[in-house]
């Protein structure tokens, strides 16, 4: 299978062919991951270095099961693991790892463009899996991968993202993505949690009330406050956050009949959901996103690394 990208790093540069190429391979995937024995041969003898300088689960977790799988061999290190706690380069820790001959990296870190960096100076593969408030394209495809599964399409759905929309770097990819893919993007949230310019984010629609866009949604995406990355910004109560803009049973009401509810995790209950809607066994696709995590990076791996033959064979 032929693919025509190195990194994956800005969602932009990929094409709705690519991002389809991405999700029918992740589906493909899902097959292995429900056998008796989830693991193929397709990335045997491949280095992947996971090089996470920001605590993660779900993405982490992920990534290391997504390579496991694909028998390829993994490298974890990162944060208080790695010498740049005693003062070494990001540049060179990157080229130390280089020295071992690897393949991928794949890079979290707090700072943005830091993957970026690093395909600057290694010959490795490189995916980003989230710098600063930039992005997390590896997010986007999973959240696309997931509505594509319940409905069947992307393009045409209008999607409400609702929450802190300036300091997340979901956003970052998650919207450029839904764009390519043709859907229509409404983000939601305090005038104090949006980028000083929303417009910037592409985005169709713009609003300060939920209530207001609840009924027009097909897509309810939920985002965490990012506390850790506030910056003084005026932030009310959680107790008030959730009155204006917390999905509620109460506010279930408004919603489309067969509207969903997203959410890149880790959730907070009694903030960005109430517990009925969080667990809501019709709407919430929130463990199918977790589940589509690792169908959708064993996606990018296989494609990134050129994988041998279908990727699939036992």
């Given at each position: 299978m032929s693919f025509d990208h190195k990194h994956l790093i800005d969602i932009a540069e990929y094409s709705d062919t690519d991002i389809m190429t991405l999700l029918e391979t992740?589906?493909?995937?899902?097959?292995?991951?429900?056998?008796?024995?989830?693991?193929?041969?397709?990335?045997?003898?491949?280095?992947?270095?996971?090089?996470?300088?920001e605590p993660s689960t779900r993405t982490r977790s992920s990534f290391e099961l997504a390579e496991k799988r694909l028998s390829a061999d993994s490298l974890n290190c990162g944060g208080s693991s790695t010498s740049t706690v005693k003062g070494e380069s990001l540049i060179d820790t990157v080229m130390t790892l280089d020295a071992y001959q690897i393949d991928m990296i794949i890079v979290r870190d707090k700072h943005a463009g830091a993957p970026y960096?690093?395909?600057?100076?290694?010959?490795?593969?490189?995916?980003?899996?989230?710098?600063?408030?930039?992005?997390?394209?590896?997010?986007?495809?999973?959240?696309?991968?997931?509505?594509w599964q319940h409905r069947g399409r992307i393009e045409g759905l209008r999607v409400g993202i609702v929450g802190d929309i300036g300091?997340?770097?979901?956003?970052?990819?998650?919207?450029?993505?839904?764009?390519?893919?043709?859907?229509?993007?409404?983000?939601?949230?305090?005038?104090?949690?949006?980028?000083?310019c929303p417009d910037v984010l592409g985005v169709d629609h713009v609003n300060l009330n939920?209530?207001?866009?609840?009924?027009?949604?097909?897509?309810?995406?939920?985002?965490?406050?990012?506390?850790e990355r506030l910056e003084g910004a005026p932030f009310p109560s959680l107790r008030e956050y959730h009155g204006l803009y917390g999905l509620t049973r109460a506010r279930e009401r408004l919603m489309r009949p067969d509207a969903?509810?997203?959410?890149?995790?880790?959730?907070?209950?009694?903030?960005?959901?109430?517990?009925?809607?969080?667990?809501?066994?019709?709407?919430?696709?929130?463990?199918?996103?977790?589940?589509?995590?690792?169908?959708?990076?064993?996606?990018?791996?296989?494609?990134?690394?050129?994988?041998?033959?279908?990727?699939l064979d036992s």
């Open positions: 992740a589906k493909a995937f899902s097959e292995v991951n429900r056998r008796a024995i989830k693991k193929v041969p397709t990335l045997k003898g491949k280095t992947v270095v996971n090089m996470f300088n960096i690093i395909t600057q100076h290694s010959p490795a593969s490189v995916i980003d899996a989230g710098d600063g408030k930039h992005g997390h394209p590896t997010q986007a495809l999973l959240d696309l991968y997931t509505i300091h997340s770097r979901v956003c970052g990819s998650l919207i450029p993505a839904l764009k390519i893919m043709g859907a229509e993007v409404t983000v939601v949230g305090p005038g104090t949690l949006m980028p000083a939920l209530d207001d866009v609840l009924p027009d949604l097909d897509v309810v995406y939920m985002l965490r406050i990012q506390k969903l509810i997203a959410h890149p995790g880790p959730i907070n209950r009694g903030v960005e959901f109430d517990s009925h809607m969080a667990d809501h066994p019709v709407r919430s696709v929130i463990l199918d996103q977790v589940y589509a995590g690792i169908c959708v990076r064993m996606a990018a791996l296989f494609l990134l690394l050129g994988g041998a033959e279908n990727g």
